[in-house]
């Protein structure tokens, strides 16, 4: 199986500031049928289910507002929060498929 | 709109097997190509993906979970559900039922609530 590792563990950022939260995958998730990366990003507050932010690495899903931002390929990959709200505190996964699904151990944010 | 509710006994025994349904509501199961998944996720801990399964039957497991587990959609009654044997103390986790977003097969956008299941005698 892929494993995904998640770093940093935890990061407090200032309100306003930015926050960048990186996935390395221990092996490619590139598909060359589609030229795509199948690599995603949740945000999971305490007692809810998870939330799709962003998929095929770098598409922002539907509502999710445009100061987070994902991007790499391969097997290195960042989410960026631009601008932190205090909202945005929360503990954020990757997530591939290639293969099994898993996802990384997550990495926990929040305000300085 | 379509929603995903979690049911099952919130308590099981050691060794026994855990089982739950995922009732899907605002649209018939069988409607679209999706494959229906269980994730389950230990208090303070991350999320594992367990299993799924599509509305043409076909399945596909977490290799870890040694085919402990097994997932069934059942149209008639727009439900799907997860059997997990043997459970253990590790097996202590919320568990969730979730829906891949459209144009995809493994990643999820629409999720039930989660429902907590502890194994414990």
């Known amino acids: 199986d892929i494993v995904l590792t998640q770093s940093p563990d935890s990061l407090a950022v200032s309100l306003g500031e930015r926050a960048t939260i990186n996935c390395k995958s221990s092996?490619?998730?590139?598909?060359?049928?589609?030229?795509?990366?199948?690599l995603a990003w949740y945000q999971q507050k305490p007692g809810q289910p998870p939330k799709l932010l962003i998929y095929?690495?770098?598409t922002r899903e539907s509502g999710v507002p445009d100061r987070f931002s994902g991007s790499g390929s391969g097997t290195d990959f960042t989410l960026t929060i631009n601008s932190l709200q205090a909202e945005d505190v929360a503990i954020y996964f990757c997530?591939?498929?290639?293969?099994?699904?898993?996802f990384g151990g997550g990495t926990k944010v929040e305000i300085k | 709109q379509v929603q995903l509710q979690e049911s099952g006994p919130g308590l099981v025994k050691p060794s026994q097997t855990l089982s739950l349904t995922c009732t899907v509501s605002?649209?018939?199961?069988?409607?679209?190509?999706?494959?229906w998944s269980w994730v389950r996720q230990p208090a303070g801990k991350g999320l594992e993906w367990i299993g799924r399964m599509s509305n043409s039957g076909s399945t596909q497991y977490n290799p870890s979970l040694k085919s402990r587990a097994t997932v069934s959609v059942d149209t008639s009654k727009n439900q799907f559900s997860l059997k997990l044997t043997s459970v253990t103390a590790a097996d202590t986790a919320v568990y969730y039922c979730?829906?891949?977003?459209?144009?995809?097969?493994?990643?999820?956008?629409?999720w039930g609530r989660g429902t907590l299941v502890t194994v414990s005698s």
């Open positions: 979730a829906r891949p977003r459209e144009g995809t097969d493994w990643c999820f956008d629409l």
């Open positions: 605002g649209g018939p199961i069988s409607s679209g190509n999706y494959y």
């Open positions: 997530q591939q498929h290639y293969g099994a699904l898993t």
């Open positions: 095929w690495a770098s």
């Open positions: 092996q490619s998730v590139f598909y060359s049928s589609n030229n795509k990366n199948s």
